[in-house]
């Protein structure tokens, strides 16, 4: 007769199945940090860097420092912050597929945002790998500043280093990662404190990089040199009309009419 206590082991192993194997970390250009685990990313397909356009210094700085974090050389954690859409993540991405093409022994490593308190765990895994990681924090923000010192204490000052080999990239639509509660501030014994609490995130990235939202020439130019890679027809009144329509010109709206182009002239986007 089967022990109950080895029937409810089983039915709780069932529930909670165990973490996906340790992907080799030196053989992938990409992984998912995924319960505990490293795991080869599918499909990385990052955009060319010639394909984004309007951020010209941006993708040079971010490249230059994935650069000398690949070589081994001192390198910044790097917050790309700004408006919806501007080619944040997808600059990201693109840097690291660079400096791999060229040579460089990068890797990027993704991270959900609600997962910042298995870091050290993952460095832990990074640390031995003789190659470098870029870790990508996608879309972070925080609703108060005591939310954000986990991050804070990894990034600088706390107990236990981070690897030399790795360092955070994050993207965020807010500059200082921080909602900034005016009614906080005011009802602070020193509002000065307050404002600082809040930046003391943001201060800690040595690259900061700001995207903007992009004039309509600008949002020309990026459908244009889609339209020209892809091969399909622009009709700059037609692409700024698909703009007008979703209220706002960025290059994820100016990536959503090319797709939806492409499938107005029966063309897959490969």
Same mark, same amino acid.
């Given at each position: 007769?089967?022990?109950?206590?080895?029937?409810?082991?089983?039915?709780?192993? @069932?529930?909670?199945?165990?973490?996906?194997?340790?992907?080799?970390?030196?053989?992938?250009?990409?992984?998912?940090?995924?319960?505990?685990? !490293?795991?080869?990313?599918?499909?990385? *397909?990052?955009?060319?860097?010639?394909?984004?356009?309007?951020?010209?210094?941006?993708?040079?700085?971010?490249?230059?420092?994935? *650069? @000398?974090?690949?070589?081994?050389?001192?390198?910044?954690?790097?917050?790309?912050?700004?408006? /919806?859409? +501007?080619?944040? #993540?997808?600059?990201?991405?693109?840097?690291?597929a660079q400096v791999q093409r060229d040579g460089g022994a990068i890797a990027l490593v993704e991270?959900?945002?609600?997962?910042?308190? +298995?870091?050290? @765990?993952?460095?832990?895994?990074?640390?031995?790998?003789?190659?470098? $990681?870029?870790? $990508? =924090?996608?879309? =972070?923000?925080?609703?108060?500043?005591?939310?954000?010192?986990?991050?804070? #204490?990894?990034?600088?000052?706390?107990?236990?280093? *981070?690897?030399?080999?790795?360092?955070?990239?994050?993207?965020?639509?807010?500059?200082?990662?921080?909602?900034?509660?005016? /009614?906080?501030q005011e009802s602070a014994i020193n509002p000065r404190d307050s404002i600082d609490d809040q930046?003391?995130?943001?201060?800690?990235?040595? !690259?900061?990089?700001?995207?903007?939202?992009?004039?309509?020439?600008?949002?020309?130019?990026?459908? @244009?040199?889609?339209?020209?890679?892809?091969? =399909?027809? $622009?009709?700059a009144a037609d692409a700024i009309q698909w703009a007008t329509r979703r209220g706002s010109r960025?290059?994820?709206?100016?990536?959503?009419?090319?797709?939806?182009?492409?499938? *107005?002239?029966?063309?897959?986007?490969?």
């Amino acid at each position: 007769m089967t022990d109950p206590m080895d029937r409810i082991a089983a039915a709780l192993e @069932r529930l909670s199945p165990p973490p996906p194997p340790q992907a080799d970390a030196t053989a992938h250009p990409a992984y998912v940090w995924r319960e505990g685990a !490293l795991v080869a990313a599918r499909d990385f *397909r990052p955009l060319p860097m010639d394909m984004l356009h309007g951020v010209e210094a941006q993708k040079d700085a971010l490249v230059a420092n994935m *650069r @000398r974090l690949a070589a081994g050389h001192a390198a910044q954690d790097a917050l790309l912050w700004g408006a /919806r859409g +501007t080619g944040k #993540s997808a600059l990201v991405k693109a840097a690291v597929a660079q400096v791999q093409r060229d040579g460089g022994a990068i890797a990027l490593v993704e991270v959900a945002a609600d997962r910042l308190d +298995t870091l050290p @765990r993952l460095f832990d895994a990074l640390a031995p790998a003789p190659r470098a $990681f870029a870790v $990508f =924090l996608d879309d =972070l923000g925080f609703d108060a500043a005591a939310d954000a010192r986990v991050l804070r #204490s990894l990034l600088e000052g706390g107990a236990e280093a *981070r690897p030399a080999n790795v360092r955070l990239i994050v993207t965020s639509n807010r500059r200082h990662l921080v909602t900034r509660d005016i /009614r906080e501030q005011e009802s602070a014994i020193n509002p000065r404190d307050s404002i600082d609490d809040q930046m003391a995130l943001a201060d800690r990235f040595g !690259l900061s990089l700001g995207f903007h939202v992009v004039d309509q020439d600008g949002y020309c130019a990026i459908v @244009r040199g889609y339209a020209e890679r892809y091969g =399909l027809p $622009f009709d700059a009144a037609d692409a700024i009309q698909w703009a007008t329509r979703r209220g706002s010109r960025s290059g994820r709206v100016a990536w959503q009419y090319v797709v939806e182009l492409a499938g *107005r002239e029966g063309k897959a986007l490969v």
